[in-house]
């Protein structure tokens, strides 16, 4: 064991954020903390690292276990150079280096008597030099390096010089070059591309270590972890297994524990009714019975009802018009900044109800695209077409589409005049801003503040085109998944930009991928694309070879008209079965959300019917006829049976 947490209570101004969170972190454990935005997560990083005392509990560390710790606003300071910064957490073998060095030069010229005693000494410093991996330590930074995104044009910058993202980055790297026996990440890849967080879960994988990471990127998640902590409540749960398996079983307990609760609020309520309707006999038999089930009543351990899943933010997608079945056409699209060079000859089609996501790395233009849809940057080449009724909606990742000075009341308002005070209130409440909330200046608010109301925006826009630009930025997995929802149901057409890879596979039917300034289709979600990507790179650079050096179409190739049309998948065959076989399963998800409902409906009505079967037995009339209570108890007993066989089918649905 590396780390012990027990009994952990934490309270802010009276309100509790921790309590009684315990778990273990074992050698090469990879665990993950989840939770919604406040819940406590980095508070508990700051627990477990000492920085923040506990108001009860008790941390504690095995002895000889080092930590190494990432905060989300960490990062590197100085005029070092990138290179030299991270080869600073070498120093040690830099100094074994350095006196190798220096015993290999007094070996030169040593004596037959102080020979010996150099040789030992130079023995075990190369023996220490090799179990520090020394020979590789260069490499081994270079690796960190170009793995964090980082070419090695960057290396002799001056770390003053970076960004903020880029000094976080070169954290993250000094703390992997260190190799602690345990590392905390919290949000370690806010400021990563995809190439880089990929080669950021294979470096955790085969890490030789334990792992505690927080972060709201699911995929990542799903790669790395072996254990999920839950906090919610101020409460944790720990389950085993990567972030899929606990959402599963995350749902499972819920339904569970939802079902319990309401079969014991319906046992209640029909034992009131009961007591009720004896008491109102005003016999002295009836109303001892109604008092001995009082009696049982005040025995029964009420169960506290379950927290509803993602019951915060309403979002509802809709388009008010329908579009043509034409909904964009670029042609021959052509970027570039001064001397650098965006993408070329980019060609690609949009059609009524596609949910289309741009992938690429950092710096490829994606976002760039975006924007020249929408008139906000212009093309150095190539057309816009969009097709006929097309109301696009926007949302940008920066909020441009806010003013900054303005109101949350007021940038409602003055976008959308008609709707009237209590509806603007409701549409900012659906949205988590109540009260005085909706007073606050857009400049105040944070990132995902500034997320929520770009939503409620887009929310009340209706248009039948949406263009967004990074949605799930900022947004903790609780909304990621609210909106997750509402792309899915929406019946419009969607061009999106994202780095976030659970999102995309489970909203895209379509990616474009922007790869050596090039674009190209596949025809599925992102697990697809994964599957067929190097295929279609061999493909890209076969085409290229029909180009110039210059960069434009060689005459006679397929381009040499200005045109360079979005790359098909070669494996069509493969394209069209997984098509096929993504409407099927859409198909049965249909089916069984369908079968769901109206399994609940079932349940509904049984249940409402056995409450009057219970007062027709208790009436006068009925209780005194023996061949109707009969009639009435066998059809109770039948409704008992089809009830129970309901319950079980509909906790198999509900997972």
Not at 416 to 439: C, K, M, Q, S
Not at 452 to 460: D, E, I, P, T, Y
Not at 555 to 576: C, F
Request: proline letters at 2%.
């Amino acid at each position: 064991m590396i780390l012990s947490v027990s009994n952990i209570h934490k309270s802010f101004n009276e309100v509790p954020v921790l309590k009684n969170v315990s778990f273990h972190i074992e050698d090469y454990d990879k665990a993950a903390i989840v939770g919604i935005n406040g819940a406590g997560k980095t508070t508990l990083l700051r627990i477990i690292m000492g920085e923040l005392a506990a108001d009860e509990g008790i941390v504690t560390v095995s002895r000889g276990k080092t930590i190494g710790y990432l905060s989300q606003q960490e990062a590197v300071s100085g005029e070092n150079t990138i290179y030299n910064e991270l080869l600073s957490v070498k120093q040690d073998i830099i100094e074994l280096e350095q006196r190798m060095r220096l015993v290999e030069l007094q070996m030169k010229s040593a004596s037959e008597d102080t020979l010996p005693q150099l040789m030992d000494t130079y023995a075990s410093l190369t023996h220490a030099f090799e179990s520090a991996n020394g020979y590789a330590y260069r490499s081994e930074v270079t690796g960190v390096l170009k793995g964090l995104g980082f070419t090695e044009d960057e290396f002799d910058r001056s770390v003053s010089t970076l960004s903020g993202g880029q000094k976080t980055r070169v954290a993250l790297g000094k703390l992997l070059l260190l190799k602690p026996d345990l590392i905390i990440l919290d949000e370690p890849t806010n400021h990563l591309d995809m190439s880089s967080i990929t080669w950021l879960e294979t470096y955790l994988l085969n890490y030789r270590g334990a792992v505690i990471i927080v972060s709201h990127d699911r995929y990542f998640l799903d790669r790395i972890a072996n254990k999920i902590i839950e906090l919610d409540h101020a409460k944790a749960s720990v389950f085993g297994g990567n972030y899929s398996a606990y959402a599963v079983r995350k749902e499972a307990l819920r339904a569970a524990e939802y079902h319990a609760y309401m079969k014991q609020q319906q046992e209640i309520r029909h034992q009131e009714e009961v007591i009720e309707k004896l008491r109102s006999f005003n016999r002295e038999k009836s109303i001892r019975r109604a008092e001995s089930r009082v009696k049982m009543l005040d025995k029964i351990e009420v169960l506290d009802k379950p927290t509803e899943v993602r019951s915060d933010m309403h979002l509802k997608l809709e388009p008010k018009y329908t579009s043509g079945n034409d909904v964009l056409r670029v042609e021959d699209l052509s970027k570039s900044f001064g001397s650098l060079k965006l993408f070329e000859h980019l060609g690609f089609e949009l059609k009524k109800g596609e949910h289309v996501a741009i992938i690429g790395d950092n710096g490829t233009g994606k976002t760039t695209i975006l924007k020249i849809i929408n008139e906000l940057v212009s093309p150095d080449r190539g057309e816009i077409h969009l097709g006929s009724n097309v109301a696009i909606g926007y949302y940008d990742q920066e909020h441009h589409v806010l003013h900054k000075d303005k109101t949350l009341f007021e940038e409602i308002s003055d976008d959308y005049p008609t709707l009237t005070n209590t509806e603007i209130r409701n549409t900012l409440a659906a949205f988590l801003f109540t009260g005085d909330d909706v007073f606050k200046q857009i400049k105040s608010l944070s990132g995902g503040e500034r997320g929520r109301v770009s939503l409620a925006k887009l929310m009340l826009s209706e248009a039948n085109f949406l263009i967004l630009d990074e949605p799930t930025n900022h947004l903790d997995i609780m909304s990621k998944e609210i909106l997750e929802d509402a792309l899915n149901a929406y019946t419009g057409t969607i061009l999106y930009v994202s780095h976030d890879r659970y999102f995309i596979n489970k909203t895209a039917t379509r990616i474009l991928d922007l790869n050596r300034r090039v674009l190209t289709s596949y025809l599925g979600n992102y697990d697809y694309y994964l599957e067929k990507k190097e295929e279609q790179l061999a493909l890209i650079d076969s085409i290229s070879q029909a180009k110039n050096v210059d960069g434009d179409p060689a005459p006679g190739s397929p381009y040499s008209k200005g045109l360079y049309p979005e790359q098909k998948d070669s494996a069509s065959s493969d394209t069209r079965q997984n098509w096929k076989l993504q409407k099927e399963q859409q198909a049965a998800q249909r089916k069984k959300e369908n079968d769901l409902k109206r399994c609940e409906e079932s349940i509904e009505q049984l249940e409402q019917r056995n409450s009057e079967i219970d007062l027709l037995m208790a009436s006068p009339d009925v209780c005194t006829n023996v061949a109707r209570l009969q009639e009435l108890t066998k059809e109770k007993d039948e409704n008992e049976s089809l009830l129970d066989e309901l319950y079980q089918k509909w906790e198999l649905l509900s997972e």
